[in-house]
């Protein structure tokens, strides 16, 4: 009998659930970048001067700017001219309620399984469809209304609240953070915006769900979270895309700001389609996630669970700048064939008393490879700082990759710092074990993975933890023979 | 490779006028030498001196500490009687003395050697046989600035070779002096060690600086440890403010061979010790410890790349760092399992003590796995002492700084215990105590 | 019902044969007993029976109820109706022991073409089974095997065997790290699953297992195979006179 392991199977690439296209009339902008671009797009989100002249003034720091090279994967050079940057469903007005959503939008969030409803199978979670450039729908916003809180494209927010879109948007990611945050500050098309007052508790998950369509695009969308003193929100973000032979590049920004005694709990399933078998295709993930508990006792926690793109390039991270915050950072990232990842987290300390925990596990099968990359900075000022960090690697199969890159930076003696890590492949005495129990191999190998991710997973909303097990097991599939 | 230059600093030309010296002086060089250092020179300019923006010189400044205008160590002397104190090894022991780089053979001990081991001045082997320049460097064009420039300016250093089934029961110690001196120098020594096929060493390596100076020591050494052979190691480093020491070891082991080395990196204003081990052979072992230690304003880094190639190897690194005043410790441990390195097993650990808040600690412990039947671990701690033992130790009367003392020289002990030969061990511990308040009170437990 | 014949096991990748024309016959409704000095090769039966990897059968056959064992995965000799309690139960890190029980339960019904069991009537099952084996609430909501002491280890496997209701049950030294009142509890477990279509092959070092659980036959198994075979008095015989009184010296301190 053959080991266990021993032969790595090919993916076969219609194993990709959400890889059809919708057939929808879009408004494209043409190819390539310059400023008159830039311009068209602020034309059409009838952007204010102000906005105009940031985007203008990213663009331009942009062009002085080189993509990063220190991150573990290859790729072939992205062609920045030839991507159209904007996209979208022709549609006249955005609808006035759900009931005049264009019927192929509403058929596509259906076959995806989170049909544009306030009902049922999402109740108690409130949804923005962002479908490629805009957002095409938000529900249960009457109901959020009513406790003050603002759920809505960043579009309607800059028209609607531009004083505290102008606050704070760019205050947590600068334009000139990195080479891709600046590309999103300059063409950023549409994303959430979340603003929940004080002192008020968030009743249900908010979430979106990105979908990106057209070919020939990028997704560039900005999500702006605000929750103020002693406030609290659970923030879902999910998202797919077609099969396609090409790759398309996603470089979103996400900025959470958390005020006194305010907690965000962000979590993200991204399955993005993740290329074939062969590596043709896939999506480019290169965002730039980052959070500022700018209050004190406040809390930020990040749960990710990364299963698609060809590449993903995303370190979530806390600047812990209030006394007593907290940062969190739970993650499980999946790579078979040849999808590349490299992910982590920073946490920086500022405050006195903060503290932070990483968890991070990391499932390498195929022939891919995944990177662990994390910071972890006690600056002088964080008397009292704690860190805890675990790095789990598990091996499937002897033709993947799995690397640990931390990064730990103390400068305060009465800081804590603590970090372990470990790479293993999935035991063959426990592969058994199940076996013998009646377990089929690719049951077990799921059973084994899920318990190995088990922590996170725990993190996750409930609503989500059952749909992100069952995508752990879809993306191993067929990978032991 | 322009972007790499951009990231490096233009060396300053001290280095030029120090190789154009050895030009003039050419004694022993033959033409085909002459001609690797020029090469190698090339290669040094090119590169030039690495910023922190050179991932592996990201917290140690390499430009600030030896970018500056150094020249060729002087033919300095040493009376004897400030080396005694560094003997170790026991009466028995060989030894082979270097001052400013280069050997000293008046002062060296090197009598009853065991047929088949051959212990000489670089220099002088290299005279004799110049083809085996060619020997002396592993790969043929360095990647690494400080080795291009060892290359291009080295004079001398220590040649060890073992054959094949030779064993030297006693330990040899190689004693590197740098001396006193008016002006700023450099020296860029080469120790090129060979274990035949199940030979045995015991090696003390032994760095001390007497006086005051400014000084350079820019030392590479190539380790070949063959099949079955065992190679242990016990290292100090020991030097006063304005000196800068970087080290690097490449150590090659064979199947079924062994290495365990222990490191005190104690003082200087710059310690800098590179190792990359790669296990080349089926089930040989690397067990790399140490003991960083930095005060004052010292800078203390420490970067290993262990290279699992083969199936079935072990490897450890087990550092600790006590960081104090304004010193900085750094630690860049990374274990690479190779493709076909199934089985392998693979630790590390660093755990660091910072005693005071204008003292900094990093640490980069990593992993590059591409074999997936391994066990590899890493782990990494950061913090004060124990505030519950510092407690139990004052509630037993002893003040706070004894207590603190006390308990920064049992967290040492872990490594210290590691260290194969007993004299160095007691050095090491005076070493350590005497950095430590009432270290002198602690005395009878060294 | 289970049928070794002449079974002959190496080692994958080594010459060195452990198990030696080894021949058994478990008929329905039987109890027979192994012992055998450390290292003889029981352990090494029962995995090769169950088709754990790295193992190689060089010779002989192993039949359930006439079909060819060695042929099959191990999850379809699962399903099949062996099972193997092990010597060393293996833990699984965020699985909790109930799930696990479901899962399996439940991939054992399916390959048999039977319904899934329901969330209730499972509980109801699991709860019930538990109590009768003295495995407490908390133990089923804990990771597999994870932080379990030697003797809980041993009860979650009974456990699991009287959950998935095997048509074979082989015990691997189960009575191993059991305190006096545990071996009662698991050896009445055992004895409330014997019945006439049910076979039970059950390894020890300690003839005081078999005063619970009275064997029909037992064997002792050296150097790979059966030496000698009889009743109960055979196992009282080995307490008394060692393995080299029974065998002969040369199986004195044997290491197979
Ligand atoms: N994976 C293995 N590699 C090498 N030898 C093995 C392996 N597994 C078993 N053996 C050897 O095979 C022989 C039989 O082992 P086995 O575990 O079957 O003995 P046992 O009868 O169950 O002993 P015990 O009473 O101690 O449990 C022993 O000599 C053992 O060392
Ligand atoms: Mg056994």
Redesign the pocket.
């Known amino acids: 009998m053959a080991t266990a392991l021993e032969t790595v199977r090919e993916y076969t690439g219609g194993e990709y659930k959400y890889g059809f296209v919708t057939d929808i009339e879009a408004d494209i902008a043409p190819k390539g970048l310059s400023e008159d671009v830039i311009r068209l797009i602020s034309a059409k989100k009838q952007d204010p001067d102000w906005l105009t002249e940031m985007r203008l003034a990213a663009y331009k720091r942009w062009q002085t700017m080189t993509e990063p090279t220190w991150q573990k994967v290859d790729y072939e050079p992205i062609d920045y001219q030839a991507i159209s940057y904007y996209a979208a469903p022709k549609i006249k007005e955005r609808p006035k309620s759900l009931d005049e959503i264009d019927p192929e939008i509403r058929r596509t969030y259906e076959k995806l399984g989170i049909p544009i409803k306030e009902q049922e199978i999402l109740a108690g979670v409130a949804v923005d469809y962002v479908f490629d450039s805009v957002s095409v729908a938000t529900t249960f916003r009457k109901k959020l209304h009513e406790l003050g809180i603002i759920f809505c494209s960043i579009s309607e927010a800059i028209q609607d609240h531009p004083e505290l879109v102008r606050k704070y948007l760019g205050s947590v990611v600068p334009a000139g953070d990195n080479f891709f945050a600046a590309l999103n500050a300059a063409v950023f098309t549409d994303g959430s915006f979340v603003y929940i007052p004080k002192g008020v508790r968030c009743p249900m998950e908010l979430s979106t769900y990105f979908r990106i369509n057209e070919k020939g695009t990028g997704q560039f969308e900005r999500t702006l979270i605000i929750a103020d003193e002693g406030s609290y929100v659970s923030y879902l973000e999910g998202c797919t895309a077609p099969q396609r032979d090409e790759n398309q590049l996603h470089a979103a920004v996400v900025e959470l700001i958390a005020l006194d005694d305010a907690e965000i709990k962000y979590s993200t399933v991204q399955n993005w389609y993740p290329g074939d078998s062969e590596g043709k295709g896939g999506i480019y993930n290169f965002v730039t996630k980052r959070g500022a508990c700018r209050g004190k006792n406040s809390k930020i926690s990040w749960t990710q669970v990364e299963t698609g793109s060809a590449i993903t390039w995303k370190y979530p991270s806390c600047i812990l700048q209030g006394d007593n915050s907290v940062g969190e950072f739970y993650s499980v990232a999946v790579t078979n064939n040849r999808q590349q990842a490299d992910t982590g987290t920073k946490m920086i300390h500022i405050g006195k008393n903060t503290r932070s925990r990483i968890v991070a596990k990391g499932i390498s099968a195929g022939t891919s490879d995944s990177t662990y990359r994390g910071l972890v900075k006690v600056l002088k000022s964080a008397e009292g700082a704690r860190n805890y960090t675990q790095c789990d690697s598990m091996l499937i199969g002897d033709k993947c990759g799995a690397h640990t890159v931390p990064y730990i930076e103390v400068r305060n003696r009465s800081a804590k710092c603590e970090h372990e890590a470990t790479t293993s492949k999935i035991s063959d005495d426990q592969l058994f074990y199940c076996r013998q129990r009646g377990i089929s191999e690719e049951d077990a190998v799921a059973l084994i993975v899920n318990g190995f991710c088990r922590e996170v997973m725990d993190e996750l909303p409930m609503e989500f933890a059952v749909e992100a097990r069952k995508l752990l097991a879809i993306s191993l599939e067929h990978s032991v023979g | 490779m322009s972007a790499l230059r951009n990231r490096t600093a233009e060396p300053v030309p001290g280095f030029a006028e120090a190789l154009e010296r050895l030009r003039g002086e050419a004694a022993g060089s033959s033409g085909r030498a002459l001609e690797q250092r020029n090469a190698a020179f090339e290669r040094f300019q090119a590169l030039g001196v690495p910023t922190p923006r050179v991932e592996n010189w990201k917290y140690t400044n390499a430009a600030s500490f030896a970018n500056r205008p150094f020249a060729l160590a002087p033919r300095g002397t040493v009376d004897p009687d400030l080396v005694i104190p560094h003997f170790a090894g026991g009466h028995k022991a060989r030894r082979l003395i270097l001052v400013n780089g280069r050997t000293v053979p008046q002062f060296s001990h090197l009598g009853g050697l065991p047929a088949g081991m051959t212990v000489r001045p670089l220099a002088q082997v290299l005279a004799e046989t110049p083809e085996l320049v060619d020997r002396t460097s592993v790969n043929d064009e360095p990647e690494h600035s400080f080795e291009a420039l060892n290359r291009a300016l080295v004079e001398d250093g220590a040649w060890i070779s073992l054959e094949d089934g030779v064993a030297l029961d006693e330990p040899l110690q190689v004693i590197s002096i740098l001396t006193e001196a008016e002006s700023a120098f450099m020296a860029h020594p080469r120790h090129v060690i060979r274990l035949g096929r199940n030979a045995k060493l015991r090696l003390i390596l032994t760095t001390v600086a007497l006086g005051q100076a400014e000084s350079l020591l820019n030392q590479v050494e190539t380790v070949e440890i063959a099949d079955g052979a065992d190679l242990t190691i016990d290292r100090t480093l020991e030097q006063g403010q304005g000196r800068s020491a970087i080290t690097r070891s490449r150590f090659v082991l064979g199947s079924r061979s062994r290495l365990q080395q222990t490191t005190a990196s104690i003082g200087g204003s710059l310690i800098r010790h590179e190792m990359e081990a790669r296990l080349r052979g089926t089930h040989s072992e690397a067990i790399l410890n140490g003991l960083m230690m930095p005060q004052g304003t010292e800078h203390v880094d420490t970067l290993i790349r262990m290279h699992h190639e083969m199936p079935d190897c072990q490897s450890d690194q087990f550092y600790k760092t006590v960081a104090d005043d304004r010193g900085r410790a750094v630690f860049a441990g990374k274990i690479f399992v190779h493709k076909d390195a199934q089985r392998t097993n693979s630790y590390q650990k660093n755990d660091s003590l910072l005693l005071s808040d204008d003292a900094e600690i990093d640490a980069k412990p990593e992993l590059e796995i591409y074999a997936d039947d391994v066990k590899c671990s890493h782990g990494a701690t950061c913090g004060d002492l124990d505030p519950a033992s510092l407690f139990y130790l004052r509630s037993r009367g002893m003040d706070e700084a004894l207590a603190r003392s006390m308990l920064t020289f049992a967290f040492t002990g872990e490594v210290l215990e590691r260290i194969a030969d007993e004299s160095v061990d007691h050095i090491v511990r005076r070493m350590i105590l005497s950095r430590l308040p009432g270290g002198e009170r602690l005395a009878e437990l060294g | 019902m289970l049928e070794i014949k002449d079974l002959q096991a190496t080692i994958e990748g080594q010459d060195k044969q452990i198990l030696n024309g080894l021949s058994l016959t478990v008929r329905p409704g039987e109890v027979h007993a192994i012992m055998g000095p450390n290292g003889s090769g029981?352990?090494t039966l029962a995995y090769v029976l169950s088709g754990r990897d790295g193992y190689e059968v060089t010779g002989g056959s192993a039949t359930l109820d006439g079909e060819d064992l060695l042929e099959l995965e191990p999850e379809e000799r699962a399903a099949a109706g062996l099972f193997l309690a092990m010597?060393y139960p293996v833990e699984i890190p965020g699985v909790s022991n109930m799930y696990f029980l479901r899962q399996a339960m439940n991939s054992i019904r399916k390959a048999r073409g039977e319904e899934e069991i329901s969330a209730g009537a499972f509980m109801k099952l699991v709860k019930e089974r538990a109590a009768l084996l003295g495995v407490g609430g908390e133990l089923l909501k804990r990771d597999v095997n994870r932080g379990f002491s030697g003797g809980e280890k041993k009860r979650n496997e009974i456990l699991q065997m009287a959950m998935l209701q095997p048509r074979i049950c082989i015990l691997?030294?189960t009575d191993s790290g059991l305190d006096i009142d545990a071996l009662r509890t698991v050896a009445d477990g055992v004895n409330a699953m014997r019945s006439p279509d049910r076979g039970f092959l059950i390894i020890t070092h300690y003839q005081r297992l078999l005063d619970y659980i009275v064997p029909d036959h037992v064997h002792v198994l050296a150097k790979g195979r059966i030496q000698t075979s009889g009743d109960r008095s055979l196992a009282l015989e080995l307490e008394e006179k060692g393995y080299g009184g029974v065998l002969g010296a040369e199986f004195a301190e044997v290491a197979a």
């Open positions: 029981k352990s010597q691997d030294e």
